[in-house]
T-cell receptor, first 113, second 109 residues
Framework: DAGVIQSPRHEVTEMGQEVTLRCKPI?????LFWYRQTMMRGLELLIY????????DSGMPEDRFSAKMPNASFSTLKIQPSEPRDSAVYFC???????????FGQGTRLTVV | KNEVEQSPQNLTAQEGEFITINCSYS?????LHWLQQHPGGGIVSLFM???GKKKHGRLIATINIQEKHSSLHITASHPRDSAVYIC???????????FGKGTLLTVNP
């Protein structure tokens, strides 16, 4: 397996634009996590899916953020409209279960200008 | 107060030195993770442990549940070990990882 695959690796967008980040988890993993990493706050959990169902989205900063997992092999994180304070590295991770090792993607570095 | 405290925040070593990074946490956990992040790079899981000790190559991770403390050791350090090392804990039956702020390790040749 190629590991967790995220796209794009880098995204630069203007304030107000819609941004969509994509993630393909490892095949067979039923837990998927979206994290955000900033210098100020470190790594923070945004949302957790189990078997494609959102279990906890309490980390999603506000209504501008939304995430979907239409099937076991694909998830998206959308920001609409984007703001400069959304600039961060966004990681997707998957695991066979919540109590097993998590595998992280390479991250998407988002810059909103 | 952060539930996961790492020390030191920054660590500089000479190639070949023995490295220790510490992680303390304040509540009961079901598991602890050590992660590695290279500059501008992704995050790699090094260890997941809930008791005792694990070893992988030059890396050793230990955990003392009673003392709520874990250490990551690197033997015979090498410049390619330069990275940020992050401790993260899984609280009880929760699925949510709580992360430390990381330790920036620089190994000079």
């Amino acid at each position: 397996d190629a590991g967790v695959i995220q796209s794009p690796r880098h995204e630069v967008t203007e304030m107000g634009q819609e941004v969509t980040l994509r993630c393909k988890p490892i095949s067979g993993h039923n837990s998927l996590f979206w994290y955000r990493q900033t210098m100020m706050r470190g790594l923070e959990l945004l949302i957790y899916f189990n078997n494609n169902v959102p279990i906890d989205d309490s980390g999603m900063p506000e209504d501008r953020f939304s995430a979907k997992m239409p099937n076991a092999s694909f998830s998206t994180l959308k920001i609409q409209p984007s703001e400069p304070r959304d600039s961060a590295v966004y990681f997707c991770a998957s695991s066979a279960s919540v109590h097993t090792e998590a595998f992280f993607g390479q991250g998407t570095r988002l810059t909103v200008v | 107060k952060n539930e996961v405290e790492q020390s030191p925040q920054n660590l500089t070593a000479q190639e070949g030195e023995f490295i220790t990074i510490n992680c303390s946490y304040s509540v009961g956990i079901s598991a602890l993770h050590w992660l590695q992040q290279h500059p501008g790079g992704g995050i790699v899981s090094l260890f997941m442990l809930s008791s005792g000790k694990k070893k992988h190559g030059r890396l050793i991770a230990t955990i003392n549940i009673q003392e709520k403390h874990s250490s990551l050791h690197i033997t015979a350090s090498h410049p390619r070990d330069s990275a940020v090392y992050i401790c993260a804990v899984l609280l009880g039956s929760n699925y949510k990882l709580t992360f430390g702020k990381g330790t920036l390790l620089t190994v000079n040749p």
